[in-house]
């Protein structure tokens, strides 16, 4: 073979193999869902220093708390069909915060995220038309970055599978 016919070759494999990366990506359609129903069983988190003493290497002081969030997400479009759903946490104001949660009823995933992510909670059929559990998150944040109190928002995502 001679060079120029080996270099229309790996021209035409290195485009089909974007094309490949691309039409894989571009069929993941994330859906923002309607988590209307979610409420804060505490109107705001009481955060407290994590630990006692103040640290002495200049690193993060940090604050804690907790919350009791019922989750209540609509999936009812997506009855009788397979779906991936993700807890998304924005980057927002103050800063870098960290979540970590535990499932009451073992209907979502348990897990931890930083702001700026997403993070897994669900993966499989979806057979009713909401999607409930109880969630205890514990919030971490760098004492320096709180100044007043500041509202956290996150939603519900779904990758159709």
């Known amino acids: 073979m001679n060079a120029a016919r080996l270099s229309r070759m ?10 490949i990366i691309w039409q894989t990506s571009a069929q993941a359609k994330s859906i923002v869902l309607d988590d209307s129903g979610t409420q804060a ?21 940090l604050l804690v708390g907790t919350a009791t969030i019922r989750v209540r997400i ?9 779906g ?11 800063g870098p915060i960290s979540i970590s949660w535990t499932s009451a009823q073992g209907r979502l995933q348990s897990g931890q995220i930083k702001s ?6 669900y ?3 979806i057979t009713t038309g909401f999607l409930e559990d109880v969630l205890r998150f514990q ?3 760098d004492a320096a970055l ?11 995502e779904l990758d159709e599978g």
């Open 10 to 19: 790996a021209r035409f494999f290195l485009g089909l193999s974007f094309a």
């Open 41 to 61: 069983l505490e109107p705001s988190v009481a955060m407290r220093w994590k630990s006692a003493a103040p640290s002495r290497a200049g690193g993060p002081n």
């Open 74 to 82: 609509n999936v009812m479009p997506w009855i009788k069909r397979t």
């Open 84 to 94: 991936r759903i993700y807890l998304s946490l924005p980057a927002q104001q103050p």
């Open 116 to 121: 700026g992510n997403r993070m897994l909670v």
């Open 123 to 125: 993966s499989g059929p």
């Open 139 to 141: 919030f971490t944040v």
């Open 146 to 156: 709180i100044g007043r109190p500041c509202p956290v928002s996150f939603h519900f």
